[in-house]
């Protein structure tokens, strides 16, 4: 066979533009120049990047928005290493993206190369696929086994890594090798659930009084079934962050503001594609003590961690759903759901009422709710909110009202703010897109504003400016005697920072200049408003336990509980 004209990278890049990510985003570097030239010359947009932990935010972000792959490139060496701690994020977040690092040529193998380092060693653990590809006729099989991986074949979907060796993107392989299945798109195929365990699960559920769905990441794409599964069977519903604004907050089951109450009362869970991880009390009757449980899921990792159910439903979740309600015979009884409901729409109205009244801290600045008050009377209903941060997060989950979310999740990742807004701006740039970030986590990708001016990324960041990384300095100052240390920053103008960035940039000292700034703001969008906020404040995730590290579970009262139900004496 005879080779063509066409390398490796040449393939590399065609095989990316067949799978359609509308934009890859990376930091260049030598080592993967082949592929970045070919993806340009090919119109792919590259979005160039000033941190490639960055790239892979973004490409994260665009994939949980999207559904789409996320592709995100980064050379060899410092380039790859640099990714860690963003694919440990998109693992925890079970993102499908394909990370492409660069490596030295093969024939240098173990000689000492320029940015050499054991990248597929590093990146193992927190992949569900990490390889080198270093024979040039395999590089098309292995890539569309990559993409399969990433979108959870086999497994949870998350980040799969290769990387081509430079010597073998240079190599040219004949047009034969490259098979067209390789190259085009299909959907993942889904196992249908076995019907008998659908009729267990509705049997459980016709005999529950106060049942209760939690929706996961593995229900995204599943939202009308998921409706017709609560209107069918009456079940309240609590979302997590993974899912948030899949089930509106006016739907009768939604119980968002009751969420202790509903998981101490529930009697039946059914977890759909949710892991049951720290934020749900791994499941232990110490956060539910009466339930029962359900588990369905078309991932094994979302199905049987921590406490398996005593159904577990597996195969496609939308079927699985419909499925159920479908085997619900008698008209459900909605007498705890409608009262859950009816508590939870009165508690958040007041909450949301208090926002704007909550009174300036001892030392004379804003409370930070007064920044999701004047977000409330800005923003659209189609407005995508991120969070980043440790008070201000806290304060973020119960008061940015946005119908898409997404924050530092499972993994706290502190950073992922101004990447996941760029690339939230640069999918749906019709839509208000705004980042409300602390300021100490803005600081760690703080420079990605600059992607945000030369890429055109139409986001508002809101930084909660109180000087201080100020949940962990709460933390020292009331349990460890007042002892605060390296918690503290610079009141530093972020808003100059922006503008030195060629960014709107406004800097807002009292909350009666809030709505006026955040106005110009979003028609002058890149933006940052830097709003001074009081370090006087009680999150409830400091209030809670979450930055004590309790040793059982994540909350002291989940923590409490579990102590008394293992009998651990506390002296
Ligand atoms: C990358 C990373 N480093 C450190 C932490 C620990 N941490 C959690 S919250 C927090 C403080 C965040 O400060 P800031 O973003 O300014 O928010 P604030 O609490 O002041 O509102 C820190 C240091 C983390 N979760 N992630
Ligand atoms: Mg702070």
């Not at 990316?16 to 934009?23: I, K, M, Q, S, Y």
């Not at 290769?162 to 190259?183: C, M, S, W």
């Not at 508690?347 to 008050?373: E, V, W």
């Amino acid at each position: 066979m005879a080779p063509t004209s066409a390398t490796i990278a040449d393939w590399t890049a065609r095989f990316l533009e067949a799978r359609g990510p509308t934009r890859v985003f990376g930091l260049q570097g030598g080592h993967i120049q082949p592929i970045w030239d070919r993806l340009s010359t090919l119109g792919i947009p590259i979005v160039d990047v000033r941190h490639e932990g960055a790239a892979v935010h973004m490409a994260t972000a665009h994939a949980l928005l999207t559904g789409e792959l996320g592709v995100a490139l980064a050379t060899s060496g410092p380039g790859v290493t640099n990714t860690v701690t963003s694919v440990a994020n998109a693992d925890l977040e079970r993102a499908p993206i394909l990370v492409i690092g660069g490596c030295p040529p093969a024939r240098q193998d173990h000689m000492g190369p320029l940015q050499g380092t054991p990248h597929v060693d590093i990146m193992r653990p927190i992949t569900r696929l990490a390889r080198t590809l270093r024979t040039a006729d395999q590089v098309l099989r292995e890539l569309d086994h990559a993409v399969a991986m990433a979108r959870g074949h086999g497994g949870l979907p998350g980040p799969v890594y290769i990387e081509v060796p430079a010597d073998v993107l240079r190599a040219r392989i004949a047009d034969a090798a490259a098979l067209p299945e390789y190259l085009a798109d299909r959907p993942a195929s889904r196992a249908l659930p076995d019907p008998r365990d659908v009729e267990r699960a509705a049997a459980l559920l016709a005999g529950a009084t106060h049942p209760l769905v939690i929706s996961g990441a593995g229900a995204r794409g599943a939202r009308d079934a998921l409706l017709a599964l609560l209107d069918a069977s009456g079940a309240a519903y609590l979302d997590t962050q993974e899912s948030r604004g899949l089930v509106p907050a006016r739907h009768p089951a939604y119980a968002g503001a009751m969420r202790a109450m509903a998981m101490a009362d529930a009697d039946l869970v059914l977890t759909v594609g949710r892991k049951l991880d720290y934020q749900l009390g791994y499941g232990s009757p110490a956060a539910f003590p009466r339930a029962r449980f359900v588990r369905i899921a078309e991932f094994p990792g979302e199905r049987d961690d921590n406490r398996p159910g005593e159904v577990a439903i597996a195969g496609a979740v939308g079927h699985a759903l419909t499925m159920l309600a479908q085997s619900l015979r008698s008209p459900p009884d909605c007498a705890w759901r409608d009262g859950l409901h009816a508590k939870h729409v009165e508690r958040a109205r007041k909450y949301l009422a208090s926002l704007d009244a909550t009174p300036n801290g001892a030392d004379g600045r804003m409370h930070p709710n007064r920044i999701f008050a004047a977000l409330d009377r800005q923003l659209r209903g189609d407005a995508i909110g991120v969070a980043d941060g440790g008070d201000i997060l806290s304060f973020a989950r119960l008061g940015l009202d946005a119908s898409t979310y997404l924050d530092s999740g499972a993994f706290g990742c502190l950073g992922v703010g101004v990447p996941y807004a760029n690339a939230a701006a640069l999918a749906f740039p019709d839509r208000p897109v705004v980042a409300v970030c602390g300021d100490g986590a803005f600081g760690l990708h703080a420079m990605e504003i600059d992607t945000a001016a030369r890429h055109g990324c139409r986001a508002v960041f809101v930084i909660a400016n109180n000087a201080a990384w100020n949940i962990e300095r709460v933390d020292q100052e009331r349990h460890y005697d007042g002892r605060v240390y390296g918690t503290t920053l610079g009141d530093s103008d972020y808003a100059a920072m922006a503008r030195a960035f060629d960014l709107h940039g406004e800097r807002v000292r009292h909350a009666d200049e809030l709505d006026a700034a955040l106005e110009r703001a979003f028609a002058h969008a890149p933006a940052l408003v830097d709003v001074a906020v009081t370090r006087d404040t009680l999150s409830s995730d400091l209030v809670k336990g979450l930055s004590i590290v309790p040793d059982y579970q994540p909350l002291t009262a989940w923590d409490d509980a579990e102590r008394e139900r293992f009998d651990v004496d506390d002296a």
